[in-house]
């Protein structure tokens, strides 16, 4: 009986290895086929335990092994007919239909006495022959292609994910790479993002259209096809183009890699934590820890857990453990970057640092700022201080409840955020000085995509609201032909497309936004969307919109920035003159939404999907009238 049943689970160890896992976890095949032979076997090991211990109490006969085989076939395939079909009750009823069937597939499929003799040996011989293996190297860097003459500065943007602009203020001298590119550049005390959520401030970023044009309102929806990005705007003008990312929101799937020559979605994995999971691409993390926690006996059983993560990841397949994620990205942009540096055409390059986001977990180098996080209180769990998403839901709902200590507790957090700061600081400096030995003119732009929430309006983290906190992003510019000195008004983020290709000199049509690079900009109206909400603002009032089951859009807050910068006091009650004229400009954006806006989709990839749940974003994304 127990060579049958190791005969189906090897005859299925077989197939998985040929059909489905090279096409399931791209570039994790041997750590994928180790995982699912390793569950085969110990599952099948347990059922024959349990088979003949029941038989044995009941007093029947050993099971026959025709039948035992097709038993062992039917539990083996459960968490892979799981993986791929809809659901996973779907796939259990799919595949125990073998074990059902055990009897009459015997008999109508005989199998031959040198398959019992042989498959029963798979699931060994292939765990063994996958543990010598050596493992997949990282990929390389695709060759350099040449594009036409151009000539012009080099362009380097960087977006550091999820940085408030007031933490730069804060730090002050504890940044000197970022005070260094303030000093000769331009500069605001403060940039404003059109959203709250990574991808929506991205497609704005990149394509220079505000978020009610691409549509793209929250992580969850992908740009259409006819958004143009800068990327291809400078690449069709000859210009080099690369870029290394470090969060699954800025996909290939999700089309940002227009106009890129390299997308460099290099697998990037911190020790027990996974906060930069990549969805696409020749190496597909995102994609094994969906096989691995929802294709294999070992994840069904809760088995895979950190300890076999930093053996499979770490130790054996070489992904680097926690120098802090943007050290891998820098470590990935420095050598795309010598390689631009080497040739004639310039290069436009885009670096995406993730660093202050959840979990927050600065390097060793940084962790010294007094009254940082060290453990959790008892109130939310206790322990070392873990700094992820769902501990920081935690601390939120205590905020909303009004526990005690909640408030302190999260000041602590702020702390390690603010060493994260640092910690990107010293990024900059690296990544600055290879473009100061470069010797080459270069635009430089540093920004970020959104903020966070600290306690403000009883808030957490971000992509829950059209707060201050969260739309303010620090804007540095600087560069060949950049007057170094303070812009009078805060730049938006549909800036940074027509000013970075204005100032390599290229045109700018098309773009909603304004060149920044020539000089002071007036003030001007902004936008904000996410989810059901949209924020406009104008000069120091600021109005706070959601919308409603029949698409209108109803205020819910108006605030005057300059007297009152927490938005504590609602002044829609008191009706100013002012809130009409913001009445009129929330209106018109609904309009251009309603126009513009159609050609946004629904990102249904199953990786993305993945990578939602594990930012802690699937719950952001219902509507806010449905929590």
């Not at 060793?364 to 060290?374: C, F, I, S, T």
Request: net charge negative; glycine share 10%.
């Amino acid at each position: 009986m127990l060579r049958g049943i190791l005969a189906g689970a090897g005859l299925v160890t077989l197939l998985d290895l040929a059909c489905r896992i090279p096409l399931l976890a791209p570039g994790f095949w041997r750590e994928t086929a180790l995982l699912s032979s390793s569950g085969a076997l110990l599952i099948a090991l347990i059922l024959a335990s349990l088979l003949v211990a029941l038989r044995r109490a009941l007093g029947r006969p050993p099971l026959d092994a025709g039948v035992a085989f097709w038993y062992g076939a039917g539990i083996a395939l459960v968490p892979r007919a799981g993986s791929l079909l809809p659901g996973r009750p779907v796939g259990v009823g799919a595949a125990a239909f073998p074990s059902a069937r055990a009897r009459p597939l015997s008999r109508a499929l005989r199998l031959l006495p040198p398959a019992l003799c042989l498959l029963p040996a798979v699931p060994f011989l292939v765990r063994r022959a996958l543990l010598l293996l050596p493992g997949t190297p990282l990929p390389e860097l695709p060759a350099a292609s040449r594009g036409p003459a151009a000539s012009g500065p080099d362009v380097l943007l960087v977006s550091c994910d999820t940085l408030r602009a007031d933490s730069l203020e804060e730090l002050g001298d504890e940044l000197p790479h970022l005070s260094a590119l303030r000093d000769r550049g331009r500069w605001a005390p403060y940039g404003l993002a059109p959203s709250s959520a990574t991808r929506p401030s991205h497609v704005t970023m990149l394509s220079g259209l505000p978020a009610v044009a691409h549509g793209v309102r929250n992580n969850d929806l992908k740009m259409g096809p006819e958004v143009r990005l800068v990327s291809e705007r400078f690449r069709q003008a000859g210009w080099r183009t690369a870029a290394v990312i470090s969060n699954p929101m800025i996909s290939a799937s999700a089309r940002f890699d227009a106009g890129f020559e390299v997308f460099d979605e290099t697998p990037i994995v911190r020790r027990l934590l996974r906060d930069a999971e990549l969805s696409q691409g020749p190496f597909s993390l995102g994609r094994f820890l969906v096989a691995a926690e929802r294709g294999t006996w070992i994840g069904w059983l809760g088995l895979y857990r950190p300890p076999l993560e930093d053996l499979l990841l770490h130790r054996w397949k070489g992904l680097p453990r926690n120098q802090g994620n943007g050290s891998v990205s820098l470590a990935r942009a420095r050598v795309l970057m010598t390689e631009l540096q080497a040739q004639e055409a310039p290069y436009f390059l885009f670096l995406h640092l993730m660093d202050p986001h959840t979990p927050y977990e600065p390097p060793a180098a940084q962790a010294h700022r007094p009254g940082r996080a060290v453990r959790v209180p008892p109130a939310f769990g206790g322990g070392p201080a873990v700094l992820d998403w769902k501990l920081l839901e935690r601390v939120g709902e205590g905020l909303v409840a009004g526990e005690a200590g909640a408030e302190q507790f999260l000041e602590q957090v702020r702390q390690v955020y603010l060493e994260e700061v640092l910690f990107v600081d010293s990024l900059m400096g690296e990544l600055l000085a290879q473009v100061e030995r470069g010797g080459r003119e270069t635009v430089v732009l540093f920004t970020s995509d959104h903020g966070e929430h600290f306690g403000e309006h009883d808030l957490v983290m971000h992509s829950n609201s059209l707060y201050e906190p969260v739309l303010r992003v620090p804007f540095l510019l600087a560069g060949p032909g950049i007057e170094p000195g303070r812009f009078g008004a805060p730049p938006h983020l549909v800036d940074v497309a027509p000013t970075l290709l204005a100032a390599a000199g290229l045109p700018t049509e098309g773009l909603s936004g304004r060149d920044l690079s020539r000089g002071a900009v007036a003030d001007r109206p902004q936008v904000s969307r996410f989810q059901d909400l949209l924020a406009v603002r104008r000069g120091s009032w600021k109005l706070i919109l959601r919308q409603d089951e029949e698409g209108g859009f109803q205020p819910t807050g108006l605030f005057r920035l300059d007297l009152d910068p927490a938005e504590a006091d609602d002044l829609l009650g008191q009706h100013p003159p002012q809130a009409a004229e913001l009445l009129e400009l929330a209106a018109a954006a609904a309009a251009l939404e309603r126009d513009l806006a159609g050609g946004a989709e629904l990102d249904t990839d199953r990786a993305h999907q993945a990578a939602l749940d594990e930012l802690g974003y699937a719950g952001s994304l219902e509507p806010e009238s449905e929590r």
